[in-house]
């Protein structure tokens, strides 16, 4: 679907900028933005590398344990059933973890680990399990303790104080969280209703 979203999108500023005189700035615009996006992707790059590497000496170090065994007591009521000694629940904590200091791109590969850990625990078939969809809730609408991605790119861009938007990011990261939780609850609750009515 995105796709044709970006397709149609593409296809529309040429013609509109074919029709209004204005295909320079558009092809102009084209061509800087990818510039830019490849420099974006450089400057990040450095720290998605380091961040991603303590990660892994954290989950050899076995820091991952201590880091499962402080969750575990919010983590249990949210992912019912699931071991916590388990490798699906460590891989949780390491993705939490990693939104916590707003690393969004490197937690997305430890998102992934999680997930296939939690399939091969679960076996769930073609249908998420309950625990799948908590996590993917949890992972999408984190709360962020330090806004690391956001305050690098406010740096690049000459902000002469990149974490003054933590407090708004403190509260509308756990206002998400807070509300996406209670929508997949609630959802849970009336799919499960349906259920026993049949």
Known sequence: MIKWIFSIMLIASVIFGAVTGQIQQVCEAALNSCVEAVNLFLYLLGGMCMWGGLMRIAEKAH???YLAALFKPVLKHVFKGLDSGGRAFHAI???ITAN???LGNAATPLGLEAMRRLEE???PGDTASRNMIMFVVLNTASITLIPTTAASIRIKHGSAEPMEILPCVLITSACALAAGLISAAALEGIHTGKKDGK
């Open 63 to 65: 820091i991952t344990d």
């Open 93 to 95: 904590c390491m993705n």
């Open 100 to 102: 916590l200091l707003g």
């Open 121 to 123: 625990e679960e076996r």
